[in-house]
């Protein structure tokens, strides 16, 4: 075996054992135990399930900025607690409909993980749901209600995009926090 396909292998081993690890502990609370024996039985079902449904090695960026996370997590359960405030004013309010809509965004600096986490994010804030992800062109389609005109829908699309930005910043890659600024720079030139 080449020096080259052995520094793969243990590359390839390197980006999965965070994966392993998580698919172990999971084991472990699905069974509520945490012993020696769940531990060993959690780590043979793990390379079991790693190597027979082998999926695509997702590469973390391995940078997580504690601060933004944080906050991340605040403004995310405030968005949580104003969207069922709102969509239960929307259900009680016989006077009218609400409206709905199904609107696409295009995201500007996502990969595969950045597209996961803010359509998972956009899809937990009552009042939308992603329908349709489009990966080759990363444009999130989702369905929106209480939207009356076309500023509501700018204004949930703009706000599908400060999601993402909030992401960037707690959990994207070292160049996609770079772009994030340079565009932030670019913006307050304006």
Partial sequence: ????????????????????????????????????????????????????????????????????????????????????????????DFRRQPGAAIIGVPLRYADDLVMTHVSITASLIPGSLVVETDRDRSILYLHIIGVRDLDDVEQQRQGVLRWERRIVRALGSPAQYRALKADERAEAVR
């Fill in 1 to 92: 075996m080449s020096p080259e396909s052995r520094r793969g292998i243990l590359r390839d081993i390197a980006l999965q054992l965070p994966f392993l690890a998580w698919l172990i502990v999971l084991w472990m609370l699905v069974w509520n135990q945490f012993t020696v024996l769940s531990f060993v039985t959690g780590l043979v079902v793990a390379i079991f399930v790693t190597r027979v449904f082998r999926l695509p090695t997702v590469e973390l960026s391995g940078r997580i900025n504690l601060w933004y996370a944080a906050l991340f997590v605040v403004q995310f359960l405030w968005a949580i607690l104003l969207g069922a405030i709102a969509v239960t004013i929307q259900v009680f």
